[in-house]
């Protein structure tokens, strides 16, 4: 039995891809999900070994959920865009679905899925997919489940914890499981630069530079944080100034 | 250099006829054919010259635009000019031939000839130049009408809008026929009426909100719950006259990247009133302030802007803001 869940914004376009998998008795549907909150939830309770994911939806995009799920499962994008396409491919997905898709190309996909059956695509090829543009939001689920949302804009800086980074927002700092260098090359460099092995700065913030010893400086923020800042990252930040 | 092509055709023209006619009226003198020729050579070549200079009054004087007395005076006198030419020509050219090739009243009338005939294919020419100048000229004009006319509407209705809309009525087809049936029409009935208000210039604004709630009632299928709509027209602003297409594509806005960005979905109004001369439009709609897109203009916003500013010479006016999780488009639109 191959257990599915459906994420769609959408009830009709839910419905076709139920009805179209009823017609198969190897699959078991365990859940359908409107939105990307409730996928990466439903995802970890239920661990489907397959899910039909449209990329466009409120909260949290196809994209962003794949990106928060600690296993992943095989990955059929159902969408009207075909823009998205290289991207589908690029984090492992088996196929994409155009909407609106036929019985017989639909058939296609099932069959495709029962020939992966059992091989999983590992996570960590996920986060390393190309982006088309920056990241525009950084996402991340907290230890007890609930899923966090910062604009890329809100992000004040990042700093290197260990294994994980912690990204201050307005006076909160939220973990993330990524490496600062990972996180760098996903955001907009024009906007943020490593101004030290364990900084990001979001360069809209700062208020001034400070000389600290030779050869070192501190960055002073709106809100006044002071962050050291690096010979190398001086002269990064001297570059986009 | 093809604007040279067509006079220097006529000249060339003019010049070996007027070669062939002397050429033949030395003959007659009792010369050998080849010392003809190079006897004609001279003046021919002169002849060439005012062939063509003959464009010039053809140019001044159009066909079409200019009365027959002023043309047979100005083309008269020229042509007297050319067989003075033509004569004097010929009387320096006497010392190095052997006597005189005809009387004066043949040069002249050759002269005559020669000139009208030049003028005849100078008129000749333009007229075909300007008729193919026009034709091509309509063709751009026509294919740049078209082009904007595709633009306008490539831009107006998001293409993926039908790909989802499409996917409901296939949706739909398996579970509710009747419904199926009932969602083709709207589209067909919501795509009909877009292309038939397209190319005018204005609608009335109950037109347009017709319009757009054909579109709404589209998204309401797909959407189900998570889609209200409220629209509330006063007295008088129905009447009143708006781009066509003008809000379907800020409708188009506040469903995708508005109700369409709330898990729990949302309601969209339409308020328009008349006040102080000016017709004031308001969508309102919920937007989630984290949206991928939050802070920069969609594409549907400037399109408006730019449409109400050329209609108007800058006296209609959008204005957009968002404030906690509602985002308000204005408009005003003069009389």
Not at chain 2, 209 to 217: D, H, K, N, P, Q
């Amino acid at each position: 039995m191959i257990r599915v869940v459906i994420v769609d914004d959408e009830p009709l376009a839910r419905d076709v891809v139920r009805e179209f998998l009823s017609a198969d008795e190897e699959f078991e549907i365990v859940a359908e999900c409107a939105n990307g909150f409730e996928a990466v939830k439903s995802v970890s309770t239920h661990d489907p070994d397959l899910i039909f994911l449209d990329i466009q939806m409120p909260k949290l995009d196809g994209f962003e959920v794949l990106s928060l799920l600690d296993k992943t499962p095989t990955v059929v994008f159902v969408t009207a865009h075909d823009e998205f396409a290289l991207r589908a491919f690029e984090v492992n997905a088996i196929d994409y679905l155009l909407k609106p898709f036929s019985e017989a190309r639909f058939g296609e996909v099932l069959r495709r899925v029962k020939a992966q059956a059992g091989r999983r695509a590992e996570p960590a090829t996920l986060a390393s997919a190309l982006r088309a543009r920056p990241l525009q939001r950084i996402v991340m689920r907290g230890e007890d489940g609930t899923i966090e949302v910062v604009p890329a804009s809100r992000v004040d800086y990042v700093e290197a914890d260990d294994d994980r980074i912690l990204i201050a927002s307005a006076g909160r700092k939220l973990a993330k499981q990524q490496t600062i260098g990972e996180l760098a090359s996903e955001l907009d460099p024009d906007r943020f630069v490593r101004i030290h092995r364990s900084y990001l700065l979001n360069i809209d913030r700062i208020e001034k530079l400070e000389l600290y010893a030779k050869d070192s400086r501190i960055a002073i923020l709106r809100d006044g944080t002071r962050l050291p800042v690096s010979r190398a990252g001086y002269t990064r930040l001297k570059e986009l100034l | 250099m093809t604007e040279w092509r067509a006079p220097l055709l006529a000249a060339f023209a003019v010049a070996a006829a007027s070669l062939i006619a002397s050429t033949l009226l030395f003959i007659r003198d009792g010369v050998t054919a080849p010392q003809a020729t190079l006897a004609a050579l001279g003046p021919s070549l002169l002849f060439g010259f005012i062939g063509l200079a003959a464009r010039y009054p053809c140019k001044v004087l159009p066909l079409r635009s200019t009365d027959i007395s002023r043309m047979l005076l100005t083309h008269g006198g020229a042509a007297g000019v050319a067989s003075s030419a033509w004569i004097l020509a010929w009387n320096a050219w006497l010392p190095f031939v052997s006597g005189p090739p005809a009387g004066a009243s043949t040069l002249i009338g050759l002269g005559v000839v020669m000139y009208a005939l030049a003028v005849t294919l100078h008129y000749l020419l333009i007229e075909i130049e300007t008729s193919r100048a026009a034709e091509e000229s309509a063709l751009r004009y026509q294919m740049l009408a078209r082009e904007a006319e595709l633009k306008a509407l490539k831009a107006q209705i998001d293409p993926h809008f039908l790909f989802n809309s499409l996917n409901a009525v296939a949706s739909l087809c398996g579970s509710r026929p009747a419904d199926a049936r009932q969602m083709a029409q709207l589209l067909a009935d919501f795509f009909r009426m877009t292309l038939r208000v397209g190319p005018l210039e204005r609608i009335s604004l109950a037109k347009e909100i017709e319009l757009v709630s054909r579109y709404l009632a589209i998204e309401k299928v797909r959407f189900g719950q998570r889609l209200a709509v409220e629209v509330t027209i006063e007295d008088g602003a129905g009447d009143w006259l708006v781009p066509p297409l003008l809000l379907q594509p800020l409708m188009e806005n506040a469903v995708r990247h508005g109700v369409a960005s709330m898990v729990e979905g949302g309601t969209v109004k339409i308020a328009a009133s008349v006040a102080q001369g000016m017709l004031r439009i308001e969508i309102e709609n919920p937007a989630d302030p984290d949206r991928d897109d939050a802070g920069g203009e969609m594409i549907g916003l400037q399109n408006a802007r730019g449409r109400l500013s050329a209609i108007s010479g800058g006296r209609a006016s959008l204005r957009t803001s968002e404030t906690a999780g509602r985002f308000l488009v204005e408009i005003e639109v003069p009389r």
